[in-house]
């Protein structure tokens, strides 16, 4: 079972890695969710697979059984599915309005969200020997205020 799983974990991270590497935006999002999907099998299988006794204290017992299941991981998993549900949902979000702003999903093709170039050098300021400081908005009586 360990094989399978260890097995499992790789194919799931060299296929995020190949995703991740695409210029396309989308296939980047499905390459950063099974990129969590194996970070979770991996804490997941931190926590001892196999036949084991549930996770429960027994009536009248102060802890739990020798034989039982690690309840930290799976709190760990469940918390990270919730979280990267919510993170995926979000980062699809800003996928589909890069490509209603930009018409395309790849990232080459967004460069007009990138500053323009400068091809000349900017002036140099004035040597005056002191900075100047922005102009401040004076002070209000508190009773003008409440």
Not at 24 to 31: A, V
Not at 87 to 99: D, I, K, N
Not at 120 to 131: I, K, L, R, Y
Request: glycine share 8%; proline share 10%; with cysteine.
């Amino acid at each position: 079972m360990e094989i399978a799983l260890s097995a499992a974990i790789g194919v799931l991270v060299a296929a995020a890695a190949y995703l991740l590497l695409a210029r396309d935006l989308p296939r980047g999002l499905i390459g950063f969710v099974l990129l969590g999907t194996a970070a979770n099998l991996v804490i997941f299988a931190a926590g001892r697979i196999g036949t084991m006794t549930p996770p429960l204290v027994e009536p009248g017992a102060t802890a739990l059984a020798a034989g039982a299941a690690n309840p930290l991981p799976q709190a760990l998993v469940l918390t990270a599915i919730v979280i990267g549900f919510g993170l995926t949902a979000f980062a699809l979000v800003l996928v589909m309005r890069a490509h209603a702003a930009f018409g395309s999903a790849r990232s080459e093709d967004m460069d007009a969200a990138e500053p323009p170039a400068c091809t000349e050098a900017a002036p140099a300021p004035p040597e005056t020997g002191f900075v100047r400081q922005p102009a401040r908005a004076p002070a209000r009586p508190l009773r003008e205020v409440v």
